[in-house]
């Protein structure tokens, strides 16, 4: 279901498109700006020049939908992991949603533990970009249940055994299975009788006890954990 309101009313998301195919970029723009409440305010063909291009700029990209492969750099790799690492440094508010041509279990696992919060295939419908945009925004995370099953599959591969050291309270354990299932801190809220504060309040303690870099991150630490199998 998508959620950005149509309402003029509704604040604008910004968007930013890191795409070195010009008319894929250009029918991504196409595309959300039909969707009232979304603005795309910054394009690059180029992963490289990204960080000092929106250091430069006014305004910054709520949102960014980063291509997976991007030209090199020279000799020097820096595609969609690069991007993300590097604004995952210098921009840390902005959420980053990861495009690739095909679903790559090699790559799903490894981009959300370093600093994606969503990934998406170019072939997916329009409805699901909005509802990804939308996730970030406001879970914090958006990842569907082709990039669960991906990341599964690698930790059943590699058979990765549970490395975590530090106890978690009950309360926080529940807190994260619902925050893997994708509710918002007002739905974890409701369902377990607390407010929202005390809700960022788990989820603050998570991310610290975690080493997790954000909400994607904390789903990723529950499966390899054992925490929660989806």
Known sequence: MNNISSSSTTAVTRIGLVEDQFLFRQGMRAILQTRQGLEVIFESAE??????????????????LVDLSLPPLGKEEFG???VALAL???FPDIKIIILSGHEDENFIADLIGNGAHGYLIKDSDPSEVFDAITAVITKGSYINPRAL????NQVSR???????????TKREEEVLQ???LQLTSEEIADKLSISVKTVHGYRISLL???NSINVAGLTLFAIKNGFVKL
């Open 47 to 64: 992963g490289y020049t990204v960080v000092d291009q929106l250091k430069a700029s006014a305004v910054l990209p709520d949102v960014m």
């Open 80 to 82: 969609g992991k690069e």
């Open 88 to 90: 995952r440094q210098h």
């Open 149 to 152: 099953k991906a990341i599964q």
């Open 158 to 168: 590699k058979r990765v055994s549970p490395s975590f050291n530090t106890q978690l």
């Open 178 to 180: 619902l925050i893997c």
């Open 208 to 210: 610290e006890k975690t």
